[in-house]
């Protein structure tokens, strides 16, 4: 019987330890894309603010132009 009771916590053991390691393969990944979506958003906004100061450039030209001319 005790041999049972053996067995049984060993298999409790590796099934807690193959959940830890799922857990922090898990976690990895997880963190992984965040940081993915993080590049992303500020790759995202720094276009976006390369549009608006083209924009603004232009425009400030434009004005110049018609004022000035």
Do not use: G, P
């Not at 807690?16 to 857990?23: A, I, M, P, V, W």
């Not at 425009?59 to 110049?64: E, M, R, S």
């Amino acid at each position: 019987m005790k041999s049972d009771y053996a067995a049984h916590l060993s298999l409790v053991h590796d099934s807690q330890d193959e959940r830890k390691k799922l857990k922090a393969k898990n976690m990895d990944t997880i963190n992984q894309e965040k940081q993915r979506k993080r590049d992303i958003n500020a790759q995202f906004w720094h276009s976006i603010k390369h549009v608006v100061l083209l924009i603004a450039c232009a425009a400030l030209a434009i004005y110049t132009l018609i004022h000035f001319a």
